[in-house]
Nanobody, 115 residues
Framework: QVQLVESGGGLVQPGGSLRLSCTAS???????????MRWYRQVPGKERELVAF????????KYGDSVKGRFTISRDNAKNTVYLRINSLKLEDTAVYYC?????WGQGTQVTVSS
């Protein structure tokens, strides 16, 4: 059973940066490198928002309009890990951030932007 574990969230001041990580385990028939991966975020009372996608090999990335230019998704297939670098954090980036891949969700990591 595939498991995804996010980490790296926390309390950050506006303008700061964070790097979120999502480490995968439990692959059997296919490996981590076979799957495209996504980062989502969710604010209480709102729908989960797709913020970034990366293809299985890492050569193709896409971003939500609200985060373009500030968020960077990357992956290290040797470490079964996908990353989300967030720069120039804004108050509205406050959310729980989830990774998704192989039909599996992680448990989420809280990012709070506050002065």
């Amino acid at each position: 059973q595939v498991q995804l574990v996010e980490s790296g969230g926390g309390l950050v001041q506006p303008g700061g940066s964070l790097r979120l990580s999502c480490t995968a385990s439990g692959f059997t028939a296919f490996s981590f490198s076979n799957y495209g991966m996504r980062w989502y975020r969710q604010v209480p009372g709102k729908e989960r928002e797709l913020v970034a996608f990366i293809s299985s090999g890492g050569s193709n990335t896409k971003y939500g309009d609200s985060v373009k230019g500030r968020f960077t998704i990357s992956r290290d297939n040797a470490k079964n890990t996908v990353y989300l670098r967030i720069n120039s954090l804004k108050l509205e980036d406050t959310a729980v951030y989830y990774c998704h891949g192989a039909s599996t969700w992680g448990q989420g990591t809280q990012v709070t932007v506050s002065s």
